[in-house]
C-alpha cells in the first residue's frame, strides 16, 4: 500500500470510509493473517446466499425468516467493520420483526445498495 | 499444548472462522458447532473446558444450551461465555440467568479474550482444587466415621449397655458421648448391690475417649468380683495414672446402692455435685417444688488419674436413702450450657428442674434436656451432656444377678469346711467376699445363691466388724447426720483396730440339697442386749428370731438374714453367729 500514489489513496480512503471502518478491518487482517482472504470469500458468500433469500423472503411476506436473514448478514458485517450496512440491517431486522412490510421493503432497497457498496469497498481493500 | 478443546457455537460461519482463529493461536484446540443442538451434542461428546454461545442460534438457542450445560455439569465447572453485544441489559441478565459467566462483544479482540480465557481457566482450576480437597475432606469424613463406630462398638461390648436399660434408670446420653469424653457405666455386684459409675474426662474427642476403655474394663471386672467401692476407685485411679498422659484426667463418681440395706456409698472425685431428691409422698399425684427434699453428693477428692496409687484418698462416704428417693448424677456439661446471650445454665436452674420434675412426679432426665435444649436454643446442645437417674426401689425389686467371673472353676468336694480369719491391721483393709467367692462357686449348686451369699457373707463381717470389734453404736445411724458420723468414727475406729473376725464355711449334702454353713465369730465383748429389748436374750446353741424388735440395733441386716437364710443362730454370748443356707442341686 506504501507505493500507492498519495492522491490515489486519498480517494480510496475517502470512499472507503464511508462503508468500511478501517481500523476494524486491519485488526482483522492482523488476527487472521493467511486466511483473511477466507474470511471475506465467506462473507461474500453468505451475503449472496442471505441476500438471495432475502429477496425471496421479501417477496413472500415471510417478514420472521427476513429478519433473521437480516441478523445473521448484520453479525459478518459487523466483524469485518461494514458499520453503515450494518445499521441498515439492524433496522431492517427490527422493522421485519415488528412486522412492518412498507418499511422494510425500504429498507431492504437500501441494504441492498450499501451491500453492493460494501463488497465494492472490501475488494477494493484487497486489490 | 491443551487437551480439553473450546467448544464455539455460532450460526454465522464468519464469526466461527475468527473466533476459532483467535482461540486456535492461543494454543487451544477449537471445536465448532452451528447450532444449539451440535453445541450440545458437542459438549456432551468432547468435555470442553469452555463453551463460546450466540444467544441467537437455530434449533436450540444459546440459552437453553447453557442451561442444560449447566445442569449437566454438576460436578465439574464449564465456564460458558456468551457472544453478544454489550448493548441491551435485559439481554444481558438474561444470559446470566441461563448460566453464562462471560461476555464478548464485537469486534473480537484477541487480546481480550486471552484474557478471558486466561481468566476461566483460573476460575477452573480453583474449581478443580476445590473439589479435589472437598472429596479428600469427605473420604477423611467417612473414615473418621468409621473409626469412631468401630471405636465405640468396641466400647459397647465393654460396657455392659444392658444394666442402664433397666426399670429404675433413666439417662441422658448422646450417640458420641464417649468422644466427649463422658462414660456412664453401671452394673449389680454379686452382693445384691448395684454400682455405677458416672465419669468425664478431660478434653474431647479421641484422648478423652481411649481412657474409657481401660476405666470401663476395671470397673466391670471388679464389680463383678464383688470388690467394696474404696478398692474399685484404687484400682481405676491406678490405671488411669499409668495409661493417662500427664494433664489428663477423669472427673468420676461412684456408688454403692444397696436397695436391701437403704445405703448409697460413694467417691466422688472433681464431678459436680450429686443430687438425692426426696420422692413424692405416697397417694400425692404432685407437690409444690419446694417441698421436694435435697440432699447433696459432694466432691471430695481429685479426679481419677492425678495421684499415683500410694498417695490416692479411697474414702468413701455414706447416705442412707428409702425407696421413691432419686439420685441424680451430671457432667458439668450441665451446668456450664451456654446461652444465645451467653448465660451458663447454673447449678440454681439444675435444681429447680430437677425439684419440679420429681414434684410432678416425671423423670428428672427428661425434663432436664427440655430445658437445656430451651436454654441453649436448640436440641443439639445437648450433645454434649450426660445425665443419669436412678431410683431407689423396694429390696424385693431389686433382682439383678452378674455373671459369674471368668474364673477357671476348680471344682471342690462336695463336702468341705475352711476356716479363715483377718485380723489387726489387716481388717482395715480386707473385703471377704471376693476371696470367699472363689472359693463357693467351686461348688455348683451354690452358684445360682451367689448374690444371696455374697450379700450374707459381708453383712455378717460387717456385724462382726462393727459390732464386735470396732464397738461402733448402731443407734447413729438413725438419723441422716449420725448416719455420716457412723461411718466416720467406723474409719478412724479401724486404722486403730485390735482383733479378729473368723469365718468358718462348711458344705455338706443333705439329701437333694447342699447345706452351706457360714459362721462368723468375733474377738468383741460379746452381744449385749439394749435395756428395752431384754426379752429376746439370746441362749447359746439356740436358735434365736431377731425380727424387727432388734432392727434398732442391728441395723437392717438381721432382718436381711433372716429372710436370706433358713437358720440364723446366735452363740458364744453373741461372738458367733451362725446361718444355713439350703441349696438346691438340680442345677
Redesign the interface.
Given at each position: 500500500m506504501a507505493e500507492r500514489p498519495r492522491l490515489n489513496w486519498c480517494v480510496t480512503k475517502m470512499i472507503e470510509a464511508q462503508w468500511v471502518n478501517e481500523d476494524?478491518l486491519s485488526?482483522?487482517r492482523e488476527?487472521?493473517?493467511g486466511?483473511f482472504q477466507?474470511?471475506l470469500d465467506?462473507?461474500y458468500q453468505?451475503a449472496e446466499t442471505a441476500w438471495s433469500e432475502a429477496a425471496t423472503q421479501l417477496a413472500q411476506e415471510d417478514l420472521k425468516a427476513l429478519s433473521r436473514s437480516a441478523?445473521?448478514l448484520k453479525?459478518?458485517a459487523?466483524?469485518?467493520?461494514a458499520e453503515r450496512l450494518c445499521q441498515t440491517l439492524q433496522a431492517l431486522e427490527s422493522a421485519a420483526q415488528a412486522g412492518a412490510v412498507g418499511e422494510s421493503k425500504a429498507l431492504y432497497q437500501q441494504a441492498s445498495k450499501e451491500l453492493a457498496a460494501t463488497l465494492t469497498a472490501l475488494r477494493a481493500q484487497l486489490a | 499444548m491443551d487437551s480439553e478443546p473450546i467448544l464455539v457455537a455460532d450460526?454465522?460461519?464468519?464469526?466461527r472462522?475468527?473466533l476459532a482463529?483467535?482461540i486456535r493461536?492461543q494454543g487451544y484446540t477449537v471445536i465448532e458447532a452451528e447450532d444449539g443442538e451440535a453445541a450440545l451434542q458437542l459438549y456432551r461428546d468432547k468435555q470442553p473446558q469452555v463453551v463460546l454461545l450466540d444467544a441467537?442460534m437455530p434449533k436450540l438457542d444459546g440459552f437453553e444450551v447453557a442451561r442444560a450445560i449447566k445442569a449437566e455439569a454438576e460436578v465439574r465447572f464449564t465456564p460458558i461465555i456468551f457472544l453478544t453485544a454489550l448493548t441491551e441489559a435485559a439481554e444481558l441478565a438474561h444470559c446470566l440467568d441461563a448460566g453464562g459467566d462471560d461476555f464478548l462483544s464485537?469486534?473480537?479482540?484477541?487480546l481480550i479474550l486471552q484474557a478471558k480465557l486466561k481468566a476461566l481457566r483460573r476460575v477452573r482450576e480453583l474449581h478443580q482444587t476445590t473439589e479435589l480437597q472437598r472429596d479428600a475432606i469427605e473420604r477423611n469424613n467417612q473414615r473418621l466415621m468409621q473409626e469412631q463406630g468401630a471405636a465405640k462398638a468396641i466400647f459397647d461390648r465393654i460396657a455392659h449397655r444392658e444394666y442402664l436399660e433397666i426399670d429404675c434408670i433413666r439417662y441422658l446420653m448422646s450417640p458420641i458421648a464417649l468422644f466427649n469424653g463422658d462414660v456412664l457405666l453401671a452394673a449389680p455386684t454379686p452382693r445384691r448391690t448395684f454400682n455405677l459409675l458416672l465419669g468425664d474426662f478431660t478434653g474431647h474427642g479421641l484422648t478423652a475417649s481411649v481412657g474409657a476403655m481401660p476405666l470401663a474394663d476395671s470397673f466391670y471386672a471388679l464389680t463383678q468380683r464383688g470388690l467394696a467401692l474404696a478398692d474399685i476407685a484404687s484400682e481405676c485411679n491406678r490405671k488411669l495414672n499409668s495409661v493417662l498422659p500427664a494433664g489428663y484426667f477423669c472427673c468420676a463418681l461412684l456408688a454403692e446402692i444397696s436397695f436391701d440395706k437403704g445405703t448409697i456409698e460413694y467417691w466422688c472425685g472433681g464431678l459436680p455435685m450429686g443430687y438425692l431428691l426426696s420422692g413424692v409422698a405416697q397417694g400425692n399425684k404432685t407437690q409444690a417444688p419446694d417441698a421436694v427434699a435435697v440432699r447433696t453428693l459432694n466432691s471430695r477428692h481429685l479426679p481419677l488419674g492425678i495421684q499415683p496409687a500410694d498417695r490416692f484418698d479411697a474414702t468413701t462416704q455414706f447416705v442412707s436413702v428409702v425407696a421413691g428417693e432419686r439420685l441424680v448424677l451430671c457432667t458439668d456439661g450441665v451446668i456450664e450450657a451456654i446461652s444465645p446471650s451467653g448465660e451458663q445454665f447454673g447449678e440454681e436452674r439444675l435444681l429447680a428442674q430437677l425439684q419440679q420434675a420429681v414434684a410432678k412426679n416425671a423423670c428428672t432426665v427428661t425434663a432436664l434436656q427440655s430445658a437445656l435444649a430451651a436454654h441453649c436454643g436448640n436440641s443439639e446442645s445437648t450433645d454434649d451432656i450426660t445425665a443419669v437417674e436412678l431410683t431407689i426401689v423396694e429390696s424385693k425389686a431389686f433382682d439383678l444377678v452378674p455373671a459369674h467371673p471368668a474364673l477357671e472353676y476348680e471344682t471342690s468336694p462336695r463336702q468341705w469346711q475352711l476356716s479363715y480369719e483377718v485380723r489387726d491391721d489387716s481388717l482395715a483393709d480386707f473385703t471377704p467376699f471376693p476371696l470367699l467367692q472363689r472359693m463357693l462357686l467351686g461348688t455348683p449348686a451354690l452358684r445360682s445363691r451367689m448374690s444371696e451369699i455374697g450379700m450374707v457373707v459381708t453383712e455378717m463381717y460387717c456385724n462382726a466388724l462393727e459390732h464386735g470389734v470396732l464397738q461402733l453404736d448402731s443407734s447413729l445411724k438413725q438419723d441422716a447426720s449420725g448416719f455420716a458420723k457412723y461411718y466416720r468414727t467406723r474409719s478412724e475406729a479401724l486404722r486403730n483396730a485390735r482383733g479378729f473376725v473368723r469365718f468358718e464355711l462348711s458344705c455338706r449334702e443333705q439329701g437333694k440339697h447342699v447345706v452351706l454353713e457360714i459362721s462368723v465369730s468375733d474377738s468383741g465383748p460379746g452381744f449385749r442386749p439394749a435395756s428395752d429389748r431384754s426379752n429376746v436374750q439370746p441362749d447359746p446353741g439356740q436358735e434365736v428370731l431377731l425380727g424387727n424388735a432388734d432392727s434398732a440395733f442391728h441395723g437392717r441386716g438381721i432382718g436381711l438374714l433372716q429372710e436370706t437364710c433358713q437358720r440364723v443362730e446366735h452363740l458364744d454370748d453373741g461372738r458367733t453367729t451362725k446361718v444355713e443356707l439350703v441349696c438346691d442341686q438340680d442345677d
Amino acid at each position: 500500500m506504501a507505493e500507492r500514489p498519495r492522491l490515489n489513496w486519498c480517494v480510496t480512503k475517502m470512499i472507503e470510509a464511508q462503508w468500511v471502518n478501517e481500523d476494524a478491518l486491519s485488526i482483522l487482517r492482523e488476527v487472521m493473517e493467511g486466511e483473511f482472504q477466507a474470511v471475506l470469500d465467506a462473507f461474500y458468500q453468505q451475503a449472496e446466499t442471505a441476500w438471495s433469500e432475502a429477496a425471496t423472503q421479501l417477496a413472500q411476506e415471510d417478514l420472521k425468516a427476513l429478519s433473521r436473514s437480516a441478523h445473521a448478514l448484520k453479525g459478518s458485517a459487523l466483524s469485518l467493520g461494514a458499520e453503515r450496512l450494518c445499521q441498515t440491517l439492524q433496522a431492517l431486522e427490527s422493522a421485519a420483526q415488528a412486522g412492518a412490510v412498507g418499511e422494510s421493503k425500504a429498507l431492504y432497497q437500501q441494504a441492498s445498495k450499501e451491500l453492493a457498496a460494501t463488497l465494492t469497498a472490501l475488494r477494493a481493500q484487497l486489490a | 499444548m491443551d487437551s480439553e478443546p473450546i467448544l464455539v457455537a455460532d450460526d454465522n460461519p464468519v464469526d466461527r472462522m475468527i473466533l476459532a482463529k483467535i482461540i486456535r493461536d492461543q494454543g487451544y484446540t477449537v471445536i465448532e458447532a452451528e447450532d444449539g443442538e451440535a453445541a450440545l451434542q458437542l459438549y456432551r461428546d468432547k468435555q470442553p473446558q469452555v463453551v463460546l454461545l450466540d444467544a441467537l442460534m437455530p434449533k436450540l438457542d444459546g440459552f437453553e444450551v447453557a442451561r442444560a450445560i449447566k445442569a449437566e455439569a454438576e460436578v465439574r465447572f464449564t465456564p460458558i461465555i456468551f457472544l453478544t453485544a454489550l448493548t441491551e441489559a435485559a439481554e444481558l441478565a438474561h444470559c446470566l440467568d441461563a448460566g453464562g459467566d462471560d461476555f464478548l462483544s464485537k469486534p473480537y479482540n484477541r487480546l481480550i479474550l486471552q484474557a478471558k480465557l486466561k481468566a476461566l481457566r483460573r476460575v477452573r482450576e480453583l474449581h478443580q482444587t476445590t473439589e479435589l480437597q472437598r472429596d479428600a475432606i469427605e473420604r477423611n469424613n467417612q473414615r473418621l466415621m468409621q473409626e469412631q463406630g468401630a471405636a465405640k462398638a468396641i466400647f459397647d461390648r465393654i460396657a455392659h449397655r444392658e444394666y442402664l436399660e433397666i426399670d429404675c434408670i433413666r439417662y441422658l446420653m448422646s450417640p458420641i458421648a464417649l468422644f466427649n469424653g463422658d462414660v456412664l457405666l453401671a452394673a449389680p455386684t454379686p452382693r445384691r448391690t448395684f454400682n455405677l459409675l458416672l465419669g468425664d474426662f478431660t478434653g474431647h474427642g479421641l484422648t478423652a475417649s481411649v481412657g474409657a476403655m481401660p476405666l470401663a474394663d476395671s470397673f466391670y471386672a471388679l464389680t463383678q468380683r464383688g470388690l467394696a467401692l474404696a478398692d474399685i476407685a484404687s484400682e481405676c485411679n491406678r490405671k488411669l495414672n499409668s495409661v493417662l498422659p500427664a494433664g489428663y484426667f477423669c472427673c468420676a463418681l461412684l456408688a454403692e446402692i444397696s436397695f436391701d440395706k437403704g445405703t448409697i456409698e460413694y467417691w466422688c472425685g472433681g464431678l459436680p455435685m450429686g443430687y438425692l431428691l426426696s420422692g413424692v409422698a405416697q397417694g400425692n399425684k404432685t407437690q409444690a417444688p419446694d417441698a421436694v427434699a435435697v440432699r447433696t453428693l459432694n466432691s471430695r477428692h481429685l479426679p481419677l488419674g492425678i495421684q499415683p496409687a500410694d498417695r490416692f484418698d479411697a474414702t468413701t462416704q455414706f447416705v442412707s436413702v428409702v425407696a421413691g428417693e432419686r439420685l441424680v448424677l451430671c457432667t458439668d456439661g450441665v451446668i456450664e450450657a451456654i446461652s444465645p446471650s451467653g448465660e451458663q445454665f447454673g447449678e440454681e436452674r439444675l435444681l429447680a428442674q430437677l425439684q419440679q420434675a420429681v414434684a410432678k412426679n416425671a423423670c428428672t432426665v427428661t425434663a432436664l434436656q427440655s430445658a437445656l435444649a430451651a436454654h441453649c436454643g436448640n436440641s443439639e446442645s445437648t450433645d454434649d451432656i450426660t445425665a443419669v437417674e436412678l431410683t431407689i426401689v423396694e429390696s424385693k425389686a431389686f433382682d439383678l444377678v452378674p455373671a459369674h467371673p471368668a474364673l477357671e472353676y476348680e471344682t471342690s468336694p462336695r463336702q468341705w469346711q475352711l476356716s479363715y480369719e483377718v485380723r489387726d491391721d489387716s481388717l482395715a483393709d480386707f473385703t471377704p467376699f471376693p476371696l470367699l467367692q472363689r472359693m463357693l462357686l467351686g461348688t455348683p449348686a451354690l452358684r445360682s445363691r451367689m448374690s444371696e451369699i455374697g450379700m450374707v457373707v459381708t453383712e455378717m463381717y460387717c456385724n462382726a466388724l462393727e459390732h464386735g470389734v470396732l464397738q461402733l453404736d448402731s443407734s447413729l445411724k438413725q438419723d441422716a447426720s449420725g448416719f455420716a458420723k457412723y461411718y466416720r468414727t467406723r474409719s478412724e475406729a479401724l486404722r486403730n483396730a485390735r482383733g479378729f473376725v473368723r469365718f468358718e464355711l462348711s458344705c455338706r449334702e443333705q439329701g437333694k440339697h447342699v447345706v452351706l454353713e457360714i459362721s462368723v465369730s468375733d474377738s468383741g465383748p460379746g452381744f449385749r442386749p439394749a435395756s428395752d429389748r431384754s426379752n429376746v436374750q439370746p441362749d447359746p446353741g439356740q436358735e434365736v428370731l431377731l425380727g424387727n424388735a432388734d432392727s434398732a440395733f442391728h441395723g437392717r441386716g438381721i432382718g436381711l438374714l433372716q429372710e436370706t437364710c433358713q437358720r440364723v443362730e446366735h452363740l458364744d454370748d453373741g461372738r458367733t453367729t451362725k446361718v444355713e443356707l439350703v441349696c438346691d442341686q438340680d442345677d
